[in-house]
């Protein structure tokens, strides 16, 4: 029996694995305007609902930047940036893991520059830029999800 309980925790796991490479092989740069594939573009399509998701669960997501052809540096940036943002460090070193064999130095740059950054932003209040129409995407302001559309 105990060995059904580890295999149904490890399949649940794996649920909340997302590959970037799912979205595109080829990420592009920061923002819609300039770029097929940015990072704005992944934030509002993907990573928002997913955390939104996992923020619901009480669960972990864990999102592997491996097997793409090559970040510009602004993708991720803009796509986990806008991530703490939207929820704050402290919920997003909580719930979020980023995994990656291939591109460890670019997994420190999210985790050491674009987290501080952009907290520091949302404490400020100084708010990320959008180059095209987004679908109403979760913020969690005072503890409280709330939609949000600019």
Known sequence: MGGDTTNNIKCKLMENI?????????????????????????????????????YDKNERLIINIDFTAGYAPSFL???????IYDFGIEEVEKRLEIISEQEPDLKEM????????WQERREN??????????????????????????
């Open 18 to 54: 997302i590959y970037i490479k799912e979205f595109s092989e080829y990420p592009g740069l920061r923002h819609c305007s300039i770029s097929d594939d940015s990072g704005e573009e992944y934030y509002h399509k993907i990573l928002n609902n997913s955390f939104k998701s996992a």
């Open 125 to 150: 209040d100084d708010k990320p830029k959008k180059t095209e129409k987004h679908q109403d995407w979760y913020r969690l302001i005072d503890h409280k999800l709330t939609k949000s559309n600019h």
């Open 110 to 117: 999210i985790l050491t520059e674009t987290y501080p950054q």
């Open 77 to 83: 940036d803009e796509a986990f940036g806008n991530l």
